[in-house]
């Protein structure tokens, strides 16, 4: 069974520009997830989808995020303009029914 | 407040001791999961256990051992006879409510290195 896959596994980028990333996750998953990590934390939700319909965006700091699951399955998560603080790791996540979630390897975002 | 410490930053230990990774919760669900994941150095989190806030009873997994205790909301991970392979950052989380995959809060996390 293919894992959660992201792309690009690296980005940089300087202050102001945007940036978008990809997450395809498990086939069948309905709950997909995108966290935010920064290097020394643990990782924070920035928003939850069922389906494609939003549950959690209540960590996203939407003058800048965005992120869409438009047919339900794969979803981009768009940083527009990046601030230093931006620089992370970003990671996608999926679940089935509810158990436990199962995560990417992450997209490290390094805004100069 | 929903909240996970791990108050152990960084803990190294030589190859086949014992380390226990400590874990200390809040929330006010009666219900609620409770999870360890490891992040090796290639980044990605990787699942080890999940339990409910009914279910008490530890469970050991190979070297791998978890105490969860509701008397003093703490989910400590033991790792028995540790190896070189165990060198990672271990978080513990938490996830409030009825739906195991629900806004999970994750800890700082502890990163453990394993000496050879």
């Known amino acids: 069974e293919a894992g959660v896959a992201q792309s690009p596994r690296y980005k940089i980028i300087e202050k102001r520009q945007s940036v978008a990333f990809w997450c395809n996750p498990i086939s069948g998953h309905a709950t997909l997830y995108w966290y935010q990590q920064i290097l020394g934390q643990g990782p924070k939700l920035l928003i939850q989808f069922q389906n494609n319909g939003v549950v959690d965006d209540s960590q996203l700091p939407k003058d800048r995020f965005s992120a869409e699951r438009l047919k339900g399955v794969d979803s981009t998560l768009k940083i527009q303009p990046a601030k230093l603080e931006d620089s992370a790791v970003y990671l996608c996540?999926?679940?089935?029914?509810?158990?436990?979630?199962?995560f990417g390897e992450g997209s490290r975002l390094t805004v100069l | 407040a929903q909240k996970v410490t791990q108050a152990q930053t960084e803990i190294s230990v030589v190859e086949k001791e014992d380390v226990t990774l400590d874990c200390v919760y809040e929330t006010r669900d009666t219900t609620y999961y409770l999870f360890w994941y490891k992040q090796p150095p290639s980044g990605e989190l990787v699942f080890l256990i999940r339990?409910?806030?009914?279910?008490?009873q530890n469970e050991i997994s190979g070297r791998y051992s978890w105490n969860f205790q509701k008397s003093t909301s703490s989910f400590n991970f033991t790792i028995t006879a540790s190896q070189v392979v165990d060198s990672a950052v271990y978080f513990c989380?938490?996830?409030?409510?009825?739906?195991?995959?629900?806004?999970?809060?994750f800890g700082s996390g502890t990163r453990l290195s394993i000496r050879p």
């Open positions: 996540a999926s679940s089935h029914e509810g158990r436990e979630l199962f």
């Open positions: 989380a938490l996830s409030p409510g009825y739906s195991s995959a629900s806004k999970i809060i």
């Open positions: 339990r409910n806030s009914f279910d008490e």
